[in-house]
């Protein structure tokens, strides 16, 4: 009989991987993960069947489980994504702690998000920071459009959405903190050809040569946008930590330092600025 265990274990072969089989059966039937514990001996209809069967092929050929649920979940929020988005990643949740670390709950404070997606950063820093006004920005309107989609959802008010390229649509705005998660793997790196790199946008993952291309303008161009002793926090690859700090350094920010991820690896610089006013 084609009952949730015999279903699972089927899918669960095919994949390799109980975890992505769960998930995706519980977004067919529309249930969540507890579900399965009370309901393994139940009878799955054809129609559920063939949806769920439908959903292991794709994933079979490489596609995200995240595309395929069109769901991914990041700090406390449960957030819509496509293939329009990056799928937010765990280990951004640092970014998003350093982040608050900066910012005072009490007080009224101004955030920019760069590239934001699916909108990941700047709505847990705006359900976090109530107080805060966060803007976030893309260049893609389609992302743009789930980012949106993602506030309403949560009702977080608390963000605004421009469309542009990084700092541009932001001209004479001036923020306490402004944070990104660019785009930084090495345009000729492998990894962009296999797994679930090969269905995400290219644009939010590759940044020229050596990775750096877009970190280079955001270092650049956030100093015209923070006010005196504002922060830049920016995410990087595990080996871009010293290259990071070479261009925050460089660029006269103070206060340069680099953060490890949960695995131990350097994943998110940062620095704050102060104008210099003959400079
Ligand atoms: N951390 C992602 C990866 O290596 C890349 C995300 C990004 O470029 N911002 O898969």
């Known amino acids: 009989m084609p009952d949730v265990r015999s279903v699972l274990a089927d899918a669960v072969m095919r994949l390799g991987e109980r975890a992505d089989a769960e998930l995706l ?26 949806a769920f069967a439908a959903l292991v092929a794709r994933r079979e050929k ?27 990643r765990p280990e951004t949740e640092l970014l998003v702690e ?33 107080r805060a006004q966060v803007i976030a920005t893309d260049a893609s309107a389609a992302a743009l459009a789930v980012a949106q989609r993602n506030a309403q959802r949560h009702a977080i008010g608390n963000v605004a959405f421009v469309h542009g390229d990084w700092l541009a649509p932001l001209a004479g705005q001036y923020f306490d903190l402004i944070v990104s998660n660019p785009p930084y793997i090495e345009a000729a790196d492998p990894h962009l050809t296999q797994g679930d790199l ?25 100093r015209t946008h923070l006010h ?31 953060a490890k991820d949960l695995e131990s690896r350097d994943r998110v610089s940062g620095a704050s600025y102060f104008a210099r006013l003959n400079s």
Do not use: K
């Not at 507890?34 to 209809?45: P, Y």
């Not at 995240?66 to 496509?82: I, M, N, P």
């Not at 847990?124 to 109530?130: D, K, L, N, W």
């Open 25 to 50: 059966l519980l977004h067919v039937l529309q249930q969540q993960r507890g579900w399965l514990f009370t309901h393994a001996d139940d009878v799955l209809d054809m129609d559920v069947q063939t």
């Open 228 to 258: 005196p002793g504002g922060w830049l926090l920016f995410e990087h690859g595990w080996n871009q930590g010293a290259a990071a700090r070479a261009l925050l350094a460089e660029s006269g920010y103070t206060e340069v330092f680099t």
């Open 98 to 130: 350093l982040a608050l670390q900066r910012l005072p709950p009490v007080t009224v404070c101004s955030v920019a998000d760069l590239g934001t997606g699916s909108g990941a950063i700047a709505l847990a820093i705006a359900r976090e920071r109530p």
């Open 62 to 88: 490489g596609e995200p489980v995240a595309y395929l649920t069109g769901r991914r979940g990041f700090w406390t929020l449960d957030l819509e994504v496509s293939p329009a988005t990056l799928i937010p």
């Open 198 to 222: 090969r269905h995400e946008p290219a644009n939010a993952l590759a940044s020229g040569p050596d990775g750096l291309d877009d970190i280079r303008r955001i270092v650049r161009d956030a």
